[in-house]
């Protein structure tokens, strides 16, 4: 569970404010879920506008209308930060940082961005090989450790997730390859998901499920899955070698079906991984609040 962070509150500045083009807090969203959790970080120490109708608990940020939005954007002293999805700038923001937390203009949004942005990234692989590769990189993670938990019942199903999948007939073949491992009922995580009326129920669910296969590389589902018990398997997809899995995943997932072994050798592994990448969530958000600073505010100055 993210709390305040040391760090920012040691970088104040008064007359820095923050804006995210963040839409309605939806937990079954992943980057939805990582632009309001920032927005949670930030407002312990910055005052704070998410644009939506409501947030997430426990968060100090102010949820503002598009008119509120747009007249806010336009002062020198506010930051605002879109998600890649959005094309443009629709709030004619004077500060302007964009957030890539998955490949640019895959399925919205622009894939180039206009030169007097910060472009910042949730994960290096979204801007690999592009003009952005040099981008500062900001993990927003909440690893969710006190819902996703192994309740040690009794498991009777696979899960199949497609999510975010860029080559689905491809995987389809791998997964048949391995149909003499998947001898159980198949639930549709994806239905499962929009089905759940929260986290503490889709943890249940996790619960019963055996193994758990993703098409998604990226989704922190597959995490979710083995912290609950399930033997997790992300499905290889071409352009992600396993060691550029390794370098964000570590511990406790499978990429492809053969290392299974590593990943419940590496099981014990994963939540202390997981509370150190929640500290670096801190220390990268106190980094970028000094870039952003640095870029925009200390011009002006």
Request: aromatic letters at 12%; hydrophobic letters at 40%; proline letters at 3%.
């Amino acid at each position: 569970m993210l709390v305040s962070n040391p760090a920012l509150a040691q970088l104040k500045t008064k007359q820095m404010e923050f804006l995210i083009y963040g839409f309605d807090y939806d937990w079954k969203s992943g980057g939805n879920q990582v632009l309001h959790d920032l927005a949670k970080i930030l407002s312990e120490d910055y005052k704070t506008y998410v644009f939506g109708n409501k947030t997430m608990s426990h968060s100090k940020a102010i949820c503002v209308n598009v008119d509120k939005a747009m007249e806010i954007a336009l002062k020198n002293n506010v930051i605002t930060i879109y998600p890649e999805v959005i094309s443009g700038n629709p709030f004619n923001a004077t500060n302007v940082v964009r957030y890539v937390m998955y490949y640019p203009g895959w399925h919205a949004g622009d894939k180039e961005y206009n030169e007097n942005e910060i472009v910042i990234t949730y994960n290096y692989e979204f801007v690999k090989e592009t003009k952005y590769d040099k981008s500062f990189i900001l993990t927003v993670l909440n690893p969710k450790l006190d819902i996703m938990m192994n309740h040690d019942k009794k498991r009777d199903k696979i899960g199949l997730l497609v999510r975010k999948c860029k080559d689905f007939d491809y995987k389809m073949g791998v997964l048949k390859n391995y149909k003499h491992l998947i001898d159980l009922p198949i639930l549709s995580i994806d239905d499962i998901i929009n089905k759940c009326s929260d986290l503490n129920q889709l943890a249940e669910i996790y619960n019963t499920i055996s193994t758990f296969i993703s098409f998604d590389p990226h989704t922190y589902h597959s995490t979710m899955a083995a912290l609950c018990g399930c033997t997790s398997v992300v499905i290889p997809s071409k352009e992600i070698s396993s060691e550029e899995f390794y370098n964000v995943q570590k511990y406790g997932v499978a990429y492809g079906f053969e290392n299974i072994d590593f990943a419940k050798l590496t099981h014990g592994k994963m939540i202390e991984n997981l509370k150190e990448m929640e500290k670096d969530t801190f220390a990268q958000c106190a980094d970028f609040v000094k870039l952003v600073k640095r870029h925009f505010i200390d011009k002006v100055n």
